[in-house]
């Protein structure tokens, strides 16, 4: 069994489009993390869920909009795709966010390229 | 703030050499420390990690880390090197706040036959 899994993995769409990502995870974590890697390979947090409330929100723009329907799970929903977006998205889960609980675990990835 | 320093972007080893790939750290308190390792097009897959006691870790594939809290660093390395361990290499600091693991840069193992 897969212990974090997203989909789709590779996505190719238009600029102007709107796209989710799916991420669901059965280690029975309390916290979820949607992580950016750009091209450099470098990797940015950009959003961490805990029991469902948001707790991180990095500087992202609007267009990006996590979701948390409940703690196993953490959708990302990019409105009207820029040229820039394109990067592979981690969703990632931690038993919960601070001290020794924090051991991040990832999914495979998500490839967003937007043309 | 906390944030990891890897120096070295592209290292490339001989099969069966040693290997030591270095992580810098900065953070107020007593940091976790953790390696990751990620294969082309997959995800990261944790090495090991740091959180107290013994200051040298092991971890899987025969790799290894020393946290020197005096020189803020976090060395990982590994004795003999195989070509299967062809990579990017993450090292990450976090802590006790309520903060995601914070990344480095990355460093990409090449291995020579």
């Known amino acids: 069994d897969t212990a974090v899994s997203q989909t789709p993995k590779y996505l190719v769409t238009q600029m102007g489009n709107d796209k989710s990502i799916k991420c669901e995870q059965n280690?029975?974590?309390?916290?979820m993390y949607w992580y950016k890697q750009d091209s450099k390979k470098f990797l940015k947090i950009m959003f961490s869920y805990n029991n469902k409330e948001l707790i991180i929100n990095e500087t992202v723009p609007n267009r990006f909009s996590p979701k948390s329907p409940d703690k196993a799970h953490l959708n990302l929903h990019i409105n009207s795709l820029e040229l820039g977006d394109s990067a592979v998205y981690f969703c990632?889960?931690?038993?919960?966010?601070?001290?020794?609980?924090?051991?991040?675990?990832f999914g495979e990835g998500s490839w967003l390229t937007v043309v | 703030a906390q944030s990891v320093t890897q120096p070295d972007i592209h290292i490339t080893v001989s099969e069966g050499a040693s290997l030591e790939l270095r992580c810098n750290y900065s953070y107020g308190a007593t940091p976790y420390l953790f390696w990751y390792v990620q294969s082309p097009g997959q995800g990261l897959q944790l090495l090991l990690k740091y959180f107290s006691g013994d200051t040298l870790v092991q971890g899987i594939k025969g790799f290894e880390a020393e946290f020197k809290r005096s020189q803020s660093s976090f060395n990982l390395r590994k004795p003999s090197v195989h070509w299967s361990d062809a990579a990017e290499y993450f090292c990450a600091v976090g802590g006790a706040g309520r903060r995601a693991l914070t990344f480095g840069s990355g460093t990409r193992l090449q291995v020579q036959p």
């Open positions: 280690l029975g974590h309390d916290t």
């Open positions: 990632a889960s931690s038993q919960d966010l601070t001290g020794r609980g924090n051991t991040i675990y």
